[in-house]
């Protein structure tokens, strides 16, 4: 593409709607296959199709514009999980325990009645209670009566003669290596 076609703003403008009009489709269609609310994947469509505005604009002309699309779609994705990832087991030990809250949910997509979301959903309590079987028996103990049974540190604390924090401690291991075991499925997941 020579100079004068991209610094002319007719031209690249007219660029611009013939990429937009061919890829918006197409993209909108990646992007719900990952999010699920409308109004959220039209907000990341937008946000992919205005970067790819600003792009043209700083005379960057993409050569692949739909390859292109779907890699800024694809961060705008992860960026959106990570912003609602929720707060570490860690970052909410530091409350009371009455704050104490199930992470359990935490690690499986919401239920959506989707088969892709099912499936993934599946596949994570499968992995999920594998990571849990190697657990030490003390972490998985502490894990399973709090998230599954719903009894609370201070109950356990009671029961067990150990302190709130060393149960605290026990399950925010027991969450740490669950993610951990976990996170390559779902960047697999949203690499898809």
Known sequence: ??????????????RIAAAVLRERDRLLRFIRRRIDDASEAEDILQEALTELVAAERLAQPVEQVGAWLM?????????????????LLAERVGGAP??????????????????????????LLREIEAALAELPGEQREVFLAQELDGVTFRELAARSGLSINTLLSRKRYAV?????????????WLAE
């Open 1 to 14: 593409m020579d100079a004068a076609a991209i610094s002319d703003p007719m031209s690249q403008d007219r």
């Open 71 to 87: 890699r800024v779609a694809r961060n705008r994705i992860i960026d959106r999980f990570r912003r609602k990832r929720p707060q």
């Open 176 to 188: 740490l290596q669950l993610r951990r075991r976990l996170q390559p499925i779902y960047d697999d």
């Open 98 to 123: 009455e704050d104490e809250e199930r992470v359990l949910d935490e690690l499986l997509p919401a239920a959506d009645g989707t088969p892709e979301t099912e499936a993934m959903r599946a596949l």
